[in-house]
């Protein structure tokens, strides 16, 4: 599945006919645009499809998706906004889905605490295999449980030749990526990036979110082994079980074996040993 995100720069950037013309070239599946204006809802008399605009209030861009394929409408989730006096109009997310992904279509806030609340509100409202596209507006890395950024290291972002930020980013979960890299940045001021995308083989249980690369697998059989061979011994401290119930391995729980010792036993033997710590050490000469 082939996924383009762009920020075309409402207005002075790129118009409905450098949109097409990327379409044209590139041919991807799914198609998101960040400052999306109205203009832009001319792309399917242009080069066929389906195109949904998500307008943001007190705005004259919103976020746009196009796709070859038929798409169910998507929907707009709300964003958290900041409480700061003189704050810009709230954002939302597109949310939408194509061959059973769901796919988020974003252009988060400026400020770095507010649009890492963003990204979190907007995983929490995600099933499935999922990816957050977008304008990230986020400078330094993201980290999201259960998500890993797949998209190009480059820098997609310069008002100048002298500072570049890497805006433009996809996190996802239950999705690899073949190929990620930046386009031709094109009248816009953000490159488009490009995404070769596949989803990953699900892993089958009660747990539909439970998604886990090939290599994971091999990773459960060793230590299902490894628990076989250990589950043998006692288990003193109960932290061993503690340890299997997280990685949901259902380890049938087992009667500790507790060793009678005396007191006086157990200081015999703490006493022996300091008497052999405090030898001082002999070499035999032969």
Request: glycine share 8%; proline share 7%; charged share 25%.
């Amino acid at each position: 599945m082939k996924v383009i995100s762009w920020n075309v720069l409402r207005l002075v950037g790129a118009r409905v006919e450098d949109v097409a013309a990327l379409i044209e070239f590139h041919r991807p599946d799914l198609l998101l645009l960040q400052e999306a204006t109205k203009d832009l809802e001319a792309l399917p008399t242009l080069v066929g499809g389906c195109f949904f605009r998500e307008p943001l209030d007190g705005r004259i861009y919103g976020l746009g998706a196009w796709s070859p394929h038929s798409l169910a409408p998507p929907y707009g989730l709300p964003l958290p906004i900041s409480q700061v006096p003189g704050r810009v109009p709230p954002r939302v997310a597109q949310i939408l889905q194509l061959d059973g992904v769901t796919f988020a279509n974003v252009h988060l806030s400026h400020g770095q605490i507010l649009n890492r609340s963003q990204l979190l509100h907007v995983v929490s409202a995600l099933d499935g295999p999922a990816a957050v596209i977008g304008d990230y507006n986020a400078v330094g890395p993201i980290r999201l449980a259960g998500f890993k950024d797949i998209g190009p290291r480059q820098a997609t972002h310069s008002r100048n030749s002298f500072v570049a930020f890497r805006l433009d980013r996809c996190m996802a979960r239950g999705l690899s990526c073949s190929n990620a890299r930046i386009l031709e940045r094109g009248p816009s001021d953000h490159h488009p990036i490009r995404l070769d995308l596949q989803v990953l083989p699900r892993v089958c249980g009660s747990d539909e979110r439970a998604i886990v690369r090939p290599r994971h697998l091999r990773l459960r059989t060793s230590v299902q082994r490894w628990v076989k061979v250990t589950s043998d011994g006692p288990d003193r401290t109960g932290g061993r079980h503690l340890f299997f119930e997280k990685l949901d391995l259902r380890l049938p729980r087992r009667k500790c074996v507790q060793a009678t010792i005396s007191w006086r036993s157990r200081e015999a033997c703490t006493q022996a040993r300091k008497n052999a710590m405090s030898l001082p050490f002999q070499r035999e000469v032969v």
